[in-house]
């Protein structure tokens, strides 16, 4: 079965640090998203993508994230300076949404960052 | 997007049905209700999605009133393993605006022997 991949699955970093999460969907699906998850509450768009174009970031903090998918296909989420505040999980998901259609996203494992 | 309420949290036993409520008063017309399921350390999973009526597939049953004010995600028979936090959303699929999904704080479900 498909699935959507994220790497690295723990990050440990030190405030003020750059960080950088990859993210590869399953294949075909032209709809990515990133996700950022503070423990105990539920997942926040952060970045949302339609092939290589960004389709809505409007959660994204601009001044220390940043977010790539230029061949529209595997797609980078940097973070710089980090901040102790960014301590979260960063989700990665993809979908094969088209209008009328059931919008099943596909999540991957996550990325689990800790700013010290 | 339609703001969703459901319980924080409910506990139930092995064996028995959960029916767990989301309100969404404000649900426009082009909105469709999804459920999704979340275990620990893990990214969210589909559960069911539904416009109106009753859909059911191999793991819930999603009942939707005719007013589509509300709706209620059946899982049937539990088991310590649907343990999970349960989030309810709504969105457009037909022009695009379910193309983004806004979570809630979901409901905790916890299952006991």
């Known amino acids: 079965e498909a699935e959507v991949a994220q790497s690295p699955r723990y990050k440990i970093t030190e405030k003020s640090q750059a960080v950088a999460f990859w993210c590869d969907p399953i294949?075909?699906?032209?709809?990515l998203y990133w996700y950022r998850q503070i423990l105990g509450q539920g997942p926040e768009l952060l970045v949302q993508?339609?092939?290589?174009?960004?389709?809505?970031d409007s959660q994204l903090p601009k001044d220390r994230f940043s977010a790539e998918r230029l061949k529209g296909v595997d797609s980078t989420l940097k973070i710089q300076p980090a901040e102790l505040g960014d301590s979260a999980m960063y989700l990665c998901a993809s979908s094969l949404w088209t209008s009328g259609s059931s919008n099943e996203q596909f999540f991957g494992p996550g990325t689990r960052l800790t700013v010290l | 997007l339609a703001k969703t309420t459901q319980p924080i949290s409910m506990d139930s036993y092995e064996g028995q049905e959960v029916n767990i409520t989301c309100s969404h008063n404000n649900i426009a017309t082009n909105d469709y209700i999804t459920w999704y399921q979340q275990f620990p350390s893990q990214g969210p999973r589909f559960i069911i999605q539904g416009y109106k009526t009753k859909v059911t597939n191999e793991v819930a049953s999603l009942f939707i009133p005719a007013d589509r004010k509300s709706s209620t995600l059946s899982l049937p028979r539990v088991s310590l393993s649907d343990t999970a936090v349960y989030y309810c959303?709504?969105?457009?699929?037909?022009?695009?605006?379910?193309?983004?999904?806004?979570f809630g704080t979901g409901t905790q479900l916890k299952v006991e022997l």
């Open positions: 993508f339609q092939d290589e174009s960004v389709v809505d």
């Open positions: 294949s075909g699906h032209a709809t």
């Open positions: 959303l709504v969105g457009d699929m037909i022009t695009g605006g379910g193309n983004k999904l806004t």
